[in-house]
């Protein structure tokens, strides 16, 4: 059940950009100001259903808390911004290698904020992944700032969740998220509207519809990685991540037809390198943890083990 969940989830995020294609002609900021307060609109039903309303003013009342959830606020609205506006603009690929860019540099967070120290192979997945960003600037002749954006803005809101994660669960921490972008949501499709300038009420029902479908598509997948995570080991779950991106490369390139010269494959192969050996990686340390964890019951005795 839960790796069915975590397929659906991330098939769920992998087919994102075909919604978003379908939002024509809302801009991006009329997109994700509607994400926003539907977003609210569902998980407020849903917390409802499930009797944890009380969740949310909880992640609310705490100031550290609620501080922590403002700043992931804003992060995931920049991160959701980037995103719908490379969808719409003609860069799907370039959305797909921000999440295959994403493990990297948690990575790198992790050295630079956690003050982790990395294993040797890490090191070498980052320098990879440094080189193949240089290929594609090169090659392309422009820097690929929709993926480094969105890679490092969600990896930034990753790591304040996991700071968060022990005392919000992910659909309260999303609720207090969209609540709290919710005023400044509300206020700019109050201007567009007053304006002439919005969608929602101008091209028909059906797209009114299809804007507020988007607080389901992203709730949905929300509560059903939610429920994956707690079922499977963090092994799994770290290979499932890979699937979305995978998805919307294809759906960059058989969908949408982007072009894909030859220096862009040779970025994202190495890309695909530093992601083949970080994976390696993970799974010899957890492997290492697991026997010495395993020797450390037999023997009743600690286990010595520093896989980094």
């Known amino acids: 059940m839960g790796l069915a969940l975590g397929i659906g989830a991330y098939l769920w995020w992998g087919a994102l950009p075909l919604y978003l294609a379908t939002l024509a002609p809302a801009q991006p900021a009329e997109i994700i100001a509607h994400r926003v307060l ?4 569902f998980c407020v039903i849903l917390l409802t ?3 944890n309303l009380k969740a949310l003013g909880q992640a609310l009342r705490v100031p550290r808390t609620a501080a922590l959830l403002g700043l992931a606020a804003v992060l995931i609205a920049a991160n959701w911004t980037v995103y719908v506006f490379g969808v719409l603009a003609g860069h799907v690929i370039d959305a797909a290698l921000g999440y295959f860019i994403n493990p990297l540099i948690t990575v790198i967070l992790a050295v630079f904020v956690l003050s982790e120290r990395l294993r040797p192979v890490q090191w070498i997945a980052v320098g990879i992944g440094a080189l193949a960003v240089a290929v594609i600037t090169a090659g392309i002749g422009r820097f690929p700032w929709i993926a480094i954006t969105l ?3 969600f990896g930034v809101y990753g790591l304040i969740k996991n700071r968060v994660g022990r005392d919000v669960a992910a659909l309260p921490g999303m609720a207090a998220e969209t609540t709290l972008l919710a005023p400044v949501a509300l206020g700019y499709l109050g201007w567009l509207a007053a304006t002439g300038r919005g969608t929602f009420t101008t091209d028909g029902v059906g797209h009114a519809l299809l804007l507020m479908a988007a607080g389901v598509v992203t709730a949905v997948p929300l509560v059903a990685f939610g429920a ?9 779950v770290g290979l499932l991540q890979y699937l979305a991106p995978v998805l919307q490369f294809l759906a960059g390139l058989l969908v949408f037809h982007e072009p894909m010269p030859a220096v862009r494959w040779v970025g994202f192969g190495l890309v695909w390198l530093a992601l083949a050996l970080l994976t390696f990686d993970a799974l010899r340390a957890a492997r290492t943890t697991r026997l010495a964890a395993h020797g450390a ?6 286990p010595r083990v520093n896989p980094r």
């Open 38 to 41: 539907w977003s609210v609109a």
């Open 49 to 51: 259903l499930m009797r």
């Open 151 to 153: 890679a490092v803005t």
């Open 228 to 236: 994956a995570a707690r079922r499977l080991p963090l092994s799994i």
């Open 297 to 302: 019951s037999l023997t009743g005795t600690p």
